[in-house]
């Protein structure tokens, strides 16, 4: 039932209208086994499944593996769903998100990022606060 409230409201905000599949939790939790960290930062919390080629634009490959890549929620500056996934914008995509993600992951940013949040958690959290509060 919840599925098909989910297509009205699809319907009415002008959104594709494409029912998920009963298997994408399945298939979701299996992707986040095999893949359980964030691709452009490492965050292992409050991860998605996004989808490269979006679900209303292709819904054929909604359950398709090679389609999938982990990006996390974490807030403030770390939304990478958010921002790299959809280029800041949900009614965007990035096509070239996973290439863009194996290339930052080279950087010096990302390796600093990645130490500070196996060793000290506690100023991994004060950085994420505070690129938050600065963003507002």
Not at 79 to 93: Q, V
């Amino acid at each position: 039932m919840q599925r098909h409230l989910k297509l009205i409201q699809d319907f009415f905000k002008g959104k594709g209208v494409h029912l998920r599949s009963p298997e994408w939790s399945k298939v979701e939790k299996e992707h986040l086994k095999n893949e359980p960290e964030c691709q452009w930062c490492g965050a292992t919390e409050r991860l998605q499944v996004h989808h490269v080629m979006p679900f209303h634009l292709a819904p054929a490959l909604e359950l398709d593996p090679k389609n999938f890549i982990t990006l996390c929620e974490e807030g403030g500056y770390l939304n990478c769903h958010l921002f790299h996934g959809h280029n800041g914008d949900f009614k965007s995509f990035n096509d070239k998100v996973r290439e863009e993600c194996m290339e930052h992951k080279c950087t010096p940013d990302a390796q600093i990022l990645r130490a500070i949040r196996k060793t000290d958690p506690g100023l991994y959290d004060w950085l994420i606060r505070a690129k938050r509060l600065k963003g507002k």
